[in-house]
């Protein structure tokens, strides 16, 4: 068998120094060899950018479970709705709440697609032109002007 090579590792050598506590004892203190003398250079803090905010609002809101749109401004909106069509509609708590869900799936995935939309035309801020080009592209068959 071979020998296996053991590397050593070096550290700054250590210095000594003597501190007199009071006149009767004298104490041995070690320090390194950057003394407390030596101020250290502080690295100045750096800016965020200005999409950081927006990065960190919508991890927040990914991980989060709770609606985007608060309730009582989405019952209202319902309610008036509903109230053109002539008759006082009813709803449960739970139909509104199922409203409510599929309502904010369907924005979040309609401004999913514009993002991607947006991209492909080498832009980042999404556009009114590419709602339209997603309402275009999606539009059921029987929907299509002949």
């Not at 050593?8 to 210095?15: D, M």
């Not at 250079?41 to 809101?61: D, H, T």
């Not at 599929?102 to 991607?116: N, R």
Request: charged residues 30%.
């Amino acid at each position: 068998m071979g020998r296996a090579k053991v590397r050593v590792r070096v550290h700054a050598p250590i210095e000594s120094k003597k501190v007199q506590v009071s006149k009767k004892s004298v104490v041995t203190k070690k320090i390194n060899r950057r003394s407390a003398a030596e101020p250290r250079k502080v690295r100045p803090k750096r800016k965020s950018g200005p999409s950081s905010f927006a990065n960190l609002e919508i991890k927040m809101q990914q991980k989060s479970s709770q609606n985007c749109i608060p309730k009582a401004c989405f019952v209202r909106v319902v309610k008036e709705i509903s109230s053109g069509y002539g008759l006082d509609y009813r709803f449960s708590k739970q139909a509104l709440d199922v409203l409510q869900e599929a309502a904010e799936q369907l924005a979040v995935t309609l401004l999913g697609d514009a993002v991607i939309l947006a991209q492909h035309a080498r832009r980042i801020t999404i556009m009114d032109i590419d709602l339209k080009v997603h309402a275009r592209v999606t539009r059921p068959l029987w929907a299509v002007d002949q």
